[in-house]
């Protein structure tokens, strides 16, 4: 599958959704991607929320903000918004388990740190 096929697929898939938000993570900053984040934003007028590790890279004042997403911690907003979203755009993600509550299945016995058996 080429880079166009994939962004069209993904454009498909969110074209779809009834409560899409995007999440942006912290290896955005990287990419240099911060003004296309925000112009993003503004074009698809999705609800936008960050990762811990990324406050700071996306205004606060921005109409489609909802807060800092962190899984089952996240502020009431945040989470019940987050939560309840049909799907998700995360771009330039960190992940860690207790960001990802809705989206990843609980850990099977015999998974997590493998050093640990």
Known sequence: MGLEAAV??????L???VKP???RGPKLRVAKAYDAFVQLADDS?????VMPSAK???PEHHPHF??????AVSTAFCAETGESADAYLFAGPHFQRLQLSRVLPPPQ???GNPRAA
């Open 56 to 58: 700071r890279m996306f």
């Open 21 to 23: 938000v995007m999440v």
């Open 8 to 13: 069209e697929a993904a454009a498909a898939f």
């Open 66 to 71: 909802i807060g800092t997403y962190w899984g």
């Open 109 to 111: 016995e015999g998974e």
């Open 45 to 49: 007028g999705y609800a936008v929320a």
């Open 15 to 17: 074209d779809k959704a």
